[in-house]
Nanobody
Framework: QLRLEESGGGLVQPGGSLKLSCTAS?????MAWFRQAPGKERELVAA????????FYAASVEGRFTISNERAKNTAYLDLNSLKPEDTAVYLC?????????????????????WGQGTQVTVSS
């Protein structure tokens, strides 16, 4: 089991930017960011295969958010740009020590067994 520690998040105005970080206690096979707004289902935001760096994005964030990793630090990052009020949610980091997504299918929450506590992102003027 991997322990995950998140940082970043906060309050930002529409059009602004934030950077989230998630550090795992060991090397994962893949990591991802999900988000959950009040009354809504948890949804995938972005995911990354650890060794080859292939990435996956939800259509709602593609072109605005970027997921990346720093393998030496077992850390994944999520750069959030051009933020909109509808991006407001708790953002959760997820990881799998052994599973990595195939290139032709989007990961789901059921693929990840290790989760962080979540960090709040609020986009408001």
């Amino acid at each position: 089991q991997l322990r995950l520690e998140e940082s970043g998040g906060g309050l930002v105005q529409p059009g602004g930017s934030l950077k989230l970080s998630c550090t795992a206690s060991g090397r994962p096979a893949s990591m991802a960011w999900f988000r959950q707004a009040p009354g809504k289902e948890r949804e995938l935001v972005a995911a990354i295969r650890w060794e080859d760096g292939n990435t996956f994005y939800a259509a709602s964030v593609e072109g605005r958010f970027t997921i990346s990793n720093e393998r030496a630090k077992n850390t994944a990052y999520l750069d959030l740009n051009s933020l909109k009020p509808e991006d407001t949610a708790v953002y959760l980091c997820a990881a799998s020590r052994y599973w990595r997504p195939i290139l032709t299918a989007m990961p789901t929450r059921h693929n990840y067994g290790d989760w962080g506590q979540g960090t709040q992102v609020t986009v408001s003027s």
